[in-house]
């Protein structure tokens, strides 16, 4: 059975960093594409970054969030720096289906493309 657990948020104040990661068991990672989704309160879930066979990001989070993932310990990481309150939300990664290493970039941040989810951990940037 797949799972994902993510681990790393936490208060911090504007201008820091966190990393957040995302331990994946069930099937290896090198055989899917992993996304990070945040969603602030009254507000959707918005894809930020994913990873599979390439990583790509949305406007409002490159140069600032690298993601990167250890297949060895099947774990994948997002590394936030220079964190604005705007960045406040909770954080889900979640798996495309097993054999999806490529999602279309106009599909690579849907939720639609993604049916496993971890259950989120909190981010909060303020002073």
């Known amino acids: 059975q797949l799972q994902l657990v993510e681990s790393g948020g936490g208060l911090v104040q504007p201008g820091g960093s966190l990393r957040l990661s995302c331990v994946v068991s069930?099937?290896?990672?090198?055989?899917?594409?992993i996304g990070w989704f945040r969603q602030a309160p009254g507000k959707e879930h918005e894809g930020i970054s994913c990873i599979g066979a390439e990583a790509n990001y949305v406007d409002s989070v490159k140069d600032r969030f690298t993601i990167s993932r250890d297949d060895a310990h099947n774990t994948v990481y997002l590394q936030m720096n220079a964190l604005i309150p705007e960045d406040t939300a909770v954080y889900y990664c979640?798996?495309?289906?097993?054999?999806?290493?490529?999602?279309?970039?106009?599909?690579?941040?849907?939720?639609?493309?993604?049916?496993?989810w971890g259950q989120g951990t909190q981010v909060t940037v303020s002073s």
């Open positions: 069930g099937f290896a990672l090198d055989s899917t594409t």
């Open positions: 979640a798996a495309a289906p097993l054999g999806t290493t490529k999602i279309p970039i106009q599909r690579a941040f849907s939720t639609d493309e993604y049916p496993y």
